[in-house]
T-cell receptor, first 110, second 110 residues
């Protein structure tokens, strides 16, 4: 069974302090993606990656960076977090028919 | 107008009841459709795909009406464990992006 792990699961930080949320998968899937979920707005895609060194913007990429140097990892980087990036973040992989999500990272930016 | 729209609920039903959720989508070129289930603060999990001919999985039945651009989910004999938020999900852009509704909350009471 495909497994997606995210770390940390919970993080409280302050404005401007760079942070990275890691995402790893154990099934050699090519496609990985990051979403954020906010009340009343649902899940929105931040970035996605079709393969190593191939990344593209989703609907809400501002304030985020990603990298895909190896297939199993797809970290999400917030260079200078702001309070409006307080959210629940999910990493996802694509299975045979749809996407499967990691357990989520709850981020609070003060 | 949102690309995928759902009634947010909550739907409050007693155990054993039958409940139905509808979802409308705006992109007529949408290719595939899903229902996900999300428990509070956890990751969305695939409940079932939705096929043009309709499909059933135990107590759950999904229907797709392409002409009217809506999707439905019927839950029969509701259980307490069915309490969750149900997300309508549409794939309109190849497999790299899913578009999520904001979810319909279901509360099943004893």
């Amino acid at each position: 069974e495909a497994q997606v792990t995210q770390n940390p699961r919970y993080l409280i930080t302050v404005t401007g302090k760079k942070l990275t949320v890691t995402c790893s998968q154990n099934m050699n899937h090519e496609y990985m993606s990051w979403y954020r979920q906010d009340p009343g707005l649902g899940l929105r895609q931040i970035y996605y990656s079709m393969n190593v060194e191939v990344t593209d913007k989703g609907d809400v990429p501002e304030g985020y960076k990603v990298s895909r140097k190896e297939k199993r990892n797809f970290p999400l980087i917030l260079e200078s977090p702001s309070p409006n990036q307080t959210s629940l973040y999910f990493c996802a992989i694509r299975g045979t028919d749809t996407q499967y999500f990691g357990p989520g990272t709850r981020l609070t930016v003060l | 107008r949102k690309e995928v729209e759902q009634d947010p609920g909550p739907f409050n039903v007693p155990e054993g009841a039958t409940v139905a959720f509808n979802c409308t989508y705006s992109n007529s070129a949408s290719q595939s459709f899903f229902w996900y289930r999300q428990d509070c603060r956890k990751e969305p999990k695939l409940l079932m795909s939705v096929y043009s001919s309709g499909n059933e999985d135990g107590r759950f039945t999904a229907q797709l009406n392409r002409a009217s651009q809506y999707i439905s989910l019927l839950i029969r004999d509701s259980k307490l464990s069915d309490s969750a938020t149900y997300l309508c999900v549409v794939n309109s852009y190849g497999f790299q992006k899913l578009v999520f509704g904001t979810g319909t909350r279901l509360l099943v009471s004893p």
